[in-house]
T-cell receptor, first 112, second 114 residues
Framework: GQQLNQSPQSMFIQEGEDVSMICTSSSIFNTWLWYKQEPGEGPVLLIALYKAGELTSNGRLTAQFGITRKDSFLNISASIPSDVGIYFCAGQLLVTGNQFYFGTGTSLTVIP | EAGVAQSPRYKIIEKRQSVAFWCNPISGHATLYWYQQILGQGPKLLIQFQNNGVVDDSQLPKDRFSAERLKGVDSTLKIQPAKLEDSAVYLC????????????FGSGTRLTVV
């Protein structure tokens, strides 16, 4: 399967700080999704990106589809305690089918 | 709208036993997916259905895993016999045909094989 690497693996931040994370791959994707997963629950879709260079926001979250189509970025501004969770990127390949491959995840802890 | 329903939420079995998981997708969603999520990893696709047909089962360990979606609605995933390394959360997801707008996941079934 495809390898999507997320960085950083984990983050511990103070409430109110901004957060940035990245998802990279050696393959070209035509769609990027960002999900958040809380303990004991399935992932919940946050943002979807469909064009290279696209910048999309959802409240305090902003994600970008990388120009190379091999990466994507997620930013969270002014973090709050409920932002705690694991953030996964998911990419859909340009060529084959509609399966989404998931990244390794970034675990976010927000310290009040 | 009602979400993706999965049951049971938790299951503990001994190795070599069999187990089955059930999923009821969002009404009208033609595509159904089963993912395996091992602790500390991202979800990995096991099988994808379009209505009641299999689209992709290339990563399903077919010697022990099977899945069906007989009437194009709910689905069952079975493991027989289970191994220790099958301990994971099994997530079901559904989407409108194509899935490019993302999937909706259920809460998952946490399987522990001892």
């Amino acid at each position: 399967g495809q390898q999507l690497n997320q960085s950083p693996q984990s983050m511990f931040i103070q409430e109110g700080e901004d957060v940035s994370m990245i998802c990279t791959s050696s393959s070209i994707f035509n769609t990027w999704l960002w999900y958040k997963q809380e303990p004991g629950e399935g992932p919940v879709l946050l943002i979807a990106l469909y064009k290279a260079g696209e910048l999309t926001s959802n409240g305090r979250l902003t994600a970008q589809f990388g120009i190379t189509r091999k990466d994507s970025f997620l930013n969270i501004s002014a973090s709050i305690p409920s932002d705690v969770g694991i953030y996964f990127c998911a990419g859909q390949l340009l060529v084959t089918g509609n399966q989404f491959y998931f990244g390794t995840g970034t675990s976010l802890t927000v310290i009040p | 709208e009602a979400g993706v329903a999965q049951s049971p939420r938790y299951k503990i079995i001994e190795k070599r036993q069999s187990v089955a998981f059930w999923c009821n997708p969002i009404s009208g969603h033609a595509t159904l997916y089963w993912y395996q999520q091992i602790l500390g990893q991202g979800p990995k696709l096991l099988i994808q259905f379009q209505n009641n047909g299999v689209v992709d089962d290339s990563q399903l360990p077919k010697d022990r895993f099977s899945a069906e979606r007989l009437k194009g609605v709910d689905s069952t995933l079975k493991i027989q016999p289970a191994k220790l390394e099958d301990s994971a959360v099994y997530l079901c997801a559904s989407s409108l045909a194509g899935g490019s707008y993302g999937y909706t996941f259920g809460s998952g079934t946490r399987l522990t094989v001892v």
